[in-house]
């Protein structure tokens, strides 16, 4: 697995700006040629550039999950028609913009904020084609932001209770650990993106929050 340390802008929140998958990634226009080429190569992955409700916050305004991606009903309709003749499917979710806090899962389950009514829940799960369970972590509701899953392992804030960092287990089916990025940041995925190939953390990322985020991501299946 491939690290790099980058930024969007002079920004090392690099989660908020962007999206990947095993399959595919959504990157931000501003992202320049070189970190595009960059972190294609470390996510192992072709990327399309993109906007999602008129923003770069890529990674806030969705979530995807192989070539499938929810966004929200603030998207334009040319966004919606430049995903799909990308090969994405795409739903888009009414009453909710924040999906990539609400929602952290991989091909095995998800977790979904409790602030996401039971309707939506049970559309998200046809949709992506796995059980997806209410449940808040370390004590927010963001729980899209909290933990970063792939199909490897997980990295999740670390002031989860070990009751929550067992049933994240459970459901992510796939080892994992706490830990945080930038410098201390526990919300991990506004700072860092990761698939099965590789991870981009924020410039700020210490080399104890790396190791911690490798032993995680790294994982194994359960």
């Not at 046809?126 to 729980?143: D, I, N, R, W």
């Not at 792939?150 to 830990?179: D, Q």
């Amino acid at each position: 697995m491939e690290f790099l340390k980058s930024t969007v802008r002079g920004s090392p929140f690099v989660g908020v700006f962007a999206a990947v998958t095993d399959e595919i990634a959504l990157f931000p226009h501003a992202l320049d040629e070189k970190r595009t080429r960059q972190w294609e190569q470390v996510l192992g992955v072709k990327s399309i550039r993109c906007t999602i409700a008129n923003s770069s916050l890529i990674g806030v305004f969705c979530k995807a999950l192989g070539k499938k991606i929810v966004v929200p009903e603030s998207v334009e309709a040319t966004e919606t028609r430049w995903l799909e003749r990308n090969g994405l499917e795409v739903l888009v979710a009414k009453d909710y913009t924040a999906l990539g806090n609400l929602l952290a899962l991989n091909s095995q389950g998800g977790i979904v904020s409790p602030l996401v009514k039971a309707g939506t829940v049970k559309a998200l799960e046809g949709f992506f084609g796995v059980p997806l369970k209410h449940m808040a972590v370390s004590g927010t509701e963001v729980v899209g932001s909290a933990a970063t899953v792939t199909n490897k392992g997980f990295i999740v804030h670390p002031n989860i209770a070990p009751k929550e960092f067992e049933a994240l287990k459970g459901i992510f089916r796939v080892y994992g650990t706490t830990g945080t990025a930038n410098y201390g940041d526990p919300f991990v995925s506004n700072s860092l993106l990761a698939n099965g190939h590789g991870v981009i953390v924020g410039e700020q990322t210490t080399g104890y929050e790396l190791a911690r985020i490798d032993e995680g991501l790294r994982g194994e299946p359960l």
